[in-house]
Nanobody, 121 residues
Framework: QVQLVESGGGLVQPGGSLRLSCAAS????????IGWFRQAPGKGREGASC???????YYPDSVKGRFTVSRDNAKNTVYLQMNSLKPEDTGVYYC???????????????WGQGTQVTVSS
């Protein structure tokens, strides 16, 4: 019954912006740490951001200052605002519910299907 559905991906030029959405059903994401992950072509899956119940956020250095994760509890949705996009940001973006309260101590437990982001001129 737990389900996460990503949307908002697409093709954008370098320097452009996209906002990804992660809509949850079957549970309230307000009580969980939610992570965004991405997988570039030929690379492994890596973390892109994480947000905790109290709103605390984490970002890898590769996206810090460019990406912002937020949540709208009323819509049961987590967002990833992606600005100043670079070609190396290209990949499939997934959201996941972590099996822990905190981002740094949890592991992905439920995954969405992913949404493609392509940054190219």
């Amino acid at each position: 019954q737990v389900q996460l559905v990503e949307s908002g991906g697409g093709l954008v030029q370098p320097g452009g912006s996209l906002r990804l959405s992660c809509a949850a059903s079957g549970f309230s994401l307000a009580y969980y740490a939610i992570g965004w992950f991405r997988q570039a072509p030929g690379k492994g899956r890596e973390g892109a951001s994480c947000i905790e119940r109290d709103g605390t956020t984490y970002y890898p250095d590769s996206v810090k200052g460019r990406f912002t994760v937020s949540r709208d509890n009323a819509k049961n949705t987590v967002y990833l605002q992606m600005n100043s996009l670079k070609p190396e940001d290209t990949g499939v973006y997934y959201c996941a519910r972590l099996q822990a309260t905190y981002c740094l101590s949890g592991s992905p437990h439920y995954w969405g299907q992913g949404t493609q982001v392509t940054v190219s001129s």
